[in-house]
T-cell receptor
Framework: SQELEQSPQSLIVQEGKNLTINCTSSKTLYGLYWYKQKYGEGLIFLMMLQKGGEEKSHEKITAKLDEKKQQSSLHITASQPSHAGIYLCGADRRDDKIIFGKGTRLHILP | DTGVSQDPRHKITKRGQNVTFRCDPISEHNRLYWYRQTLGQGPEFLTYFQNEAQLEKSRLLSDRFSAERPKGSFSTLEIQRTEQGDSAMYLC???????????????FGPGTRLLVL
């Protein structure tokens, strides 16, 4: 869906470096999900943000939702090989399904 | 493990054959969703159930596709007369609802990868 734009499309970082992935919506979000997907596997839930300005952290991953609830960022601190995969943001528009972006492919160089 | 399970994990079939996939949701979840994901894309919504009722179907779901959840537990997705364009990962997810609104996140299964030759 083009309703959600993720950037960058792919990212290669050296192990130990920080990185940020962005997700922009053309419409105000009721909620914003972040999932991680290993190649060829299912989606693993990371975090959900609902309130403008909300920020959540899990281990070395932090996600934020802006005040207008149209942009979210996912930040990884001190990246590790286990962080490699596809990161997907998904929009909850109050219609019971998730609209996903195309994903950001993250590669970690040892 | 009480997560969402899908079977089979992989399916290779010839064009024109019928295939059926199964999804077992997390046991206490009353909502079950089907998504399809093609290479390089995010998952796209196909259909969802609340208990045994199919509440919404995407326009992506042609008349060759049918989904059921007869007892409100597991679900099946059948594709009749498969086409090469049906090749994709088929993902199932489940969630719970409170007062008719989904308030818990959707938890996904490992997916069924379909290849139509």
């Amino acid at each position: 869906s083009q309703e959600l734009e993720q950037s960058p499309q792919s990212l290669i970082v050296q192990e130990g470096k920080n990185l940020t992935i962005n997700c922009t919506s053309s419409k105000t979000l009721y909620g914003l999900y972040w999932y991680k997907q290993k190649y060829g596997e299912g989606l693993i839930f990371l975090m959900m943000l609902q309130k403008g300005g909300e920020e959540k952290s899990h281990e070395k991953i932090t996600a934020k939702l802006d005040e207008k609830k149209q942009q979210s960022s996912l930040h990884i601190t001190a990246s590790q090989p286990s962080h490699a995969g596809i990161y997907l943001c998904g929009a909850d528009r109050r219609d019971d399904k998730i609209i996903f972006g195309k994903g950001t492919r993250l590669h970690i160089l040892p | 493990d009480t997560g969402v399970s899908q079977d089979p994990r992989h399916k290779i079939t010839k064009r024109g054959q019928n295939v059926t996939f199964r999804c077992d949701p997390i046991s206490e979840h009353n909502r079950l969703y089907w998504y399809r994901q093609t290479l390089g894309q995010g998952p796209e919504f196909l259909t969802y159930f609340q208990n045994e009722a199919q509440l919404e179907k995407s326009r992506l779901l042609s008349d060759r596709f049918s989904a059921e959840r007869p007892k409100g537990s597991f679900s099946t997705l059948e594709i009749q007369r498969t086409e090469q364009g049906d090749s994709a990962m088929y993902l199932c997810a489940s969630s719970t609802t409170v007062s008719g609104r989904s308030v818990e996140t959707q938890y996904f299964g490992p997916g069924t990868r379909l290849l139509v030759l």
